[in-house]
């Protein structure tokens, strides 16, 4: 099936630090999801982009929908050990399907 | 509160044994889904379902079944011709026109 090319993998920072991860597609999308995923549990929505260009924040957390429709990024400002886990870009292709596709996933930690 | 219910949080079964995964929302969202996520796979779609009574295959179909008898509830069967079932499974639900999922919190199933 489509997949997105999210990078990088992992990431090790300390705590304090700026963190910024991305997505990509071959093909243009017309909605953006950002999700983070704690151990064990099941990945909760931090951020929804829905136009080209478009650049939301949640506190710490700031996602953008780039203009070409085919990427998005995901930054967090000042880490803190509660932000490990790992974050799911996921995307939504135009043409009616409900179905998102997600990313492999970027796994953080943060070192105290 | 309204919230999508996985049970149980961990599943041990023999190998050559069927074995069903419950999921139960009460949000009212019209699609489910049922997810696989392996270490370093990201997440994988098993099945989905947008209407009682009707659900389709997803990329990695072989060897489980599902149906979707009521709104609320998309039980996912493992069954024994699945080779390789140990893995994390989410479930998750979305309303029609919204492009957010709602997530359980996932149901670990080992097989020995």
């Known amino acids: 099936g489509q997949q997105l090319n999210q990078s990088p993998q992992s990431m090790f920072i300390q705590e304090g630090e700026d963190v910024s991860m991305n997505c990509t597609s071959s093909s243009i999308f017309n909605t953006w999801l950002w999700y983070k995923q704690d151990p064990g549990e099941g990945p909760v929505l931090l951020i929804a982009l829905y136009k080209a260009g478009e650049l939301t924040s949640n506190g710490r957390l700031t996602a953008q929908f780039g203009i070409t429709r085919k990427d998005s990024f995901l930054n967090i400002s000042a880490s803190i050990p509660s932000d490990v886990g790992i974050y799911f870009c996921a995307g939504r292709s135009p043409g009616g399907s409900e179905k998102l596709v997600f990313g492999k996933g970027t796994k953080l930690t943060v070192n105290p | 509160d309204g919230g999508i219910t996985q049970s149980p949080k961990y599943l041990f079964r023999k190998e050559g044994q069927n074995v069903t995964l419950s999921c139960e929302q009460n949000l009212n969202h019209d699609a489910m889904y049922w997810y696989r996520q392996d270490p370093g796979q990201g997440l994988r779609l098993i099945y989905y379902?947008?209407?009682?009574?009707?659900?389709q295959k997803g990329d990695i179909a072989e060897g489980y079944s599902v149906s979707r008898e009521k709104k609320e509830s998309f039980p996912l069967t493992v069954t024994s011709a699945q080779k390789n079932p140990t893995a994390f499974y989410l479930c998750a639900s979305s309303l029609r026109g919204y492009y957010g999922y709602t997530f359980g919190s996932g149901t670990r199933l080992t097989v020995v």
């Open positions: 379902s947008q209407i009682v009574n009707d659900f």
